[in-house]
């Protein structure tokens, strides 16, 4: 995941992480990808997949928030990538973005380069701008919704995130219907688990520690609640919208159900395959783990193939399956979580060992509530069939 404007965003979320990653930087001003860390990261991010035999290699563009650098940077991109790609090599770019800075031309920019954009909304207006505003203290929803509009308009492919917050955790059905009522086909639903600390957030990476609900910032989901929210949703889902919209947590989780590998990496044995690299050509372990300590070089002294090769980072991808307390261990539902993300391991197990995940009810619930319908899918799917029987 690219961070071309660093941790700078025109917004301020209440339950955002990465914004607070400017003290990783206290001496810059302007957080923006110099153009020859672009190139050098261009040139490296192809030639790695060309070497591993790969013909399609695909760059992620995220944040802060990287439309505050303007289309003419992302020109350059292209650019760029044009001029590194071999010969029978697909490039195509995603872009995550919060959507109040896109207009008619940003929607034309990105249809006419086949971007796949992920927007940010966090379900209906009262919802979305509980912890969503500007940094002036503005709601932003109207704006977000003008720039889904001009989005669908123009044709980009697009997917809505909704973060699930401790407001919009306690209303499933209404976030649902509003989301997948909107045009748009594919939906994420990923839960803010916060701890703050007497020091900051800073002062550690998130998993240290072995506080399990006391620490969590009062926007965050509990357990219970993102259990049935996740039930409830599924519910809905599959009623009404199986095999019209796609929801990734079922269908990472039909899929692991029928033998799959994990397709995202919270639900994986092992981590470490999702380096995050910051506007000044800094290598970090993963998008969770900006921190000094994983902090694993820069791109401009060194080789990034090399760096997502390290002994360190192929240390921290093990560190998930290897330090599994007990209870996951010999939990029945381990294939298809294996632990959750480590980011989330500071909970107790029932015996007081530490390194359970906090959300470890909510990924059960699921499981017993979901897991045969969504199993019966997939198997009808991968044998051609309609996700369901006809009625």
């Not at 996740?230 to 929801?247: E, K, M, Q």
């Not at 298809?336 to 391991?345: D, E, I, L, N, Q």
Request: hydrophobic share 40%; glycine share 10%.
């Amino acid at each position: 995941m690219t961070k071309p404007a660093g941790p700078f965003c025109n917004i301020d979320c209440t339950y955002c992480y990465y914004t607070e990653k400017t003290g990783l930087y206290p001496d810059t001003a302007k957080f923006r990808m110099p153009d020859e860390v672009l190139e050098r990261y261009t040139r490296a991010h192809v030639a790695a997949q060309a070497a591993a035999g790969l013909t399609e290699v695909t760059f992620y563009w995220q944040g802060g928030e990287p439309t505050v650098l303007g289309i003419d940077f992302f020109r350059r991109a292209l650019a760029l990538q044009a001029a590194h790609r071999p010969a029978g090599m697909t490039i195509r770019n995603a872009l995550q973005t919060n959507g109040t800075l896109i207009d008619a031309d940003w929607a034309v920019f990105l249809a006419a380069n086949g971007f796949l954009v992920g927007l940010s909304l966090d379900g209906p207006k009262a919802l979305h701008d509980r912890y969503r505003r500007d940094r002036a203290g503005r709601p932003t929803f109207d704006a977000v919704m003008r720039g889904l509009g001009h989005l669908l308009g123009a044709g980009v492919e697009t997917n809505l995130l909704a973060t699930v917050h401790s407001a919009n955790v306690v209303k499933p059905k209404e976030v649902y219907r509003f989301l997948a009522g909107l045009g748009v086909h594919y939906l994420q639903f990923i839960p803010v688990v916060e701890r703050s600390g007497p020091a900051g957030r800073l002062s550690g990476p998130p998993g240290s520690g072995t506080d399990p609900a006391a620490a969590v910032t009062r926007w965050s989901v509990s357990p219970v609640a993102y259990g049935k929210f996740l039930c409830d949703i599924f519910d809905l889902w599959y009623r009404r919208d199986a095999g019209r919209i796609s929801v990734q947590h079922f269908d990472v989780m039909a899929g692991i159900l029928i033998g799959q590998p994990a397709s995202l990496c919270v639900f994986a044995e092992d981590c470490g395959g999702g380096l995050a690299l910051e506007h000044n050509g800094d290598v970090y372990a993963c998008d969770h783990y900006v921190y000094p300590e994983y902090r694993l070089g820069n791109l401009m002294r060194d080789d990034l193939a090399e760096l997502a090769a390290a002994p360190a980072q192929r240390a921290f991808g093990a560190m998930k399956r290897e330090a599994l307390p007990a209870q996951c261990r010999a939990c029945r539902f381990r294939f298809a979580c294996h632990g959750g993300c480590p980011k989330h391991r500071f909970a107790v197990t029932r015996d007081g060992e530490a390194g359970l995940n906090y959300l470890c009810a909510a990924y059960r619930r699921f499981l017993v509530h979901a897991g045969p319908r969504l199993a019966e899918m997939a198997v009808r799917v991968a044998s051609g069939a309609p996700p369901k029987p006809p009625r």
